[in-house]
């Protein structure tokens, strides 16, 4: 098991950093949750921002997030966020999560969209996402559209 250390989040910036997301990805939802391929590659990647988190110099985790409408507005989607197996529990996931929030924040949006796996539905309330009440099945695993909003 690698050792904890700290996590470097990035932009993905070169055709390098895209495959290394996209290993993390295939890693994560298509063999770990079974999510199948044509659902994780849904063709909304070209429309994404990604980021890409380090440890050392090893790619162990990824997110992208990009602009939807919900209701009246258009908001910041965040999703596909991914920490492969090993390097789970030492807090990355929380890095990555307020990196992308930021990230979606400094591009302008003040709402932030969310669909939570329902099991972690309450980890996400702690960044201060709140369930809209929709629950729906998506890849096969149960989700919770959460909102976050500035203010």
Same mark, same amino acid.
């Not at 050792?3 to 993905?12: E, G, K, N, S």
């Not at 909304?44 to 440890?55: A, L, N, P, T």
């Not at 992308?100 to 980890?123: P, Y």
């Given at each position: 098991?690698?050792?904890?250390?700290?996590?470097?989040?990035? &932009?993905?910036?070169?055709?390098? !950093?895209? =495959?290394?997301? *996209? #290993?993390?990805?295939?890693?994560? %939802?298509? $063999?770990?949750?079974?999510? &199948?391929?044509?659902?994780?590659? !849904?063709? =909304?990647?070209? *429309? #994404?921002?990604?980021?890409?988190? %380090?440890? $050392?110099?090893?790619?162990?985790?990824?997110?992208?997030?990009?602009?939807?409408?919900?209701?009246?507005?258009?908001?910041?989607?965040?999703?596909?966020?991914?920490?492969?197996?090993?390097?789970?529990?030492?807090?990355?996931?929380?890095?990555?999560?307020?990196?992308?929030?930021?990230?979606?924040?400094?591009?302008?949006?003040?709402?932030?969209?969310?669909?939570?796996?329902?099991?972690?539905?309450?980890?996400?309330?702690?960044?201060?996402?709140?369930?809209?009440?929709?629950?729906?099945?998506?890849?096969?695993?149960?989700?919770?559209?959460?909102?976050?909003?500035?203010?």
């Amino acid at each position: 098991m690698p050792t904890a250390t700290h996590l470097r989040i990035q &932009p993905v910036e070169s055709d390098a !950093d895209w =495959q290394a997301a *996209r #290993s993390i990805r295939e890693q994560v %939802f298509i $063999d770990e949750q079974e999510c &199948p391929p044509d659902e994780e590659w !849904d063709g =909304q990647d070209e *429309r #994404s921002r990604h980021v890409i988190g %380090f440890v $050392d110099d090893d790619p162990v985790a990824t997110a992208r997030w990009r602009a939807v409408p919900h209701g009246e507005a258009i908001v910041a989607k965040l999703e596909r966020f991914a920490v492969l197996a090993d390097y789970r529990g030492n807090g990355h996931g929380t890095d990555l999560v307020r990196f992308v929030m930021d990230d979606a924040r400094r591009a302008g949006f003040d709402t932030l969209l969310i669909h939570a796996q329902e099991h972690l539905e309450d980890w996400y309330a702690t960044f201060g996402f709140a369930s809209t009440g929709r629950t729906f099945e998506e890849a096969g695993i149960p989700h919770v559209e959460m909102i976050w909003r500035e203010g």
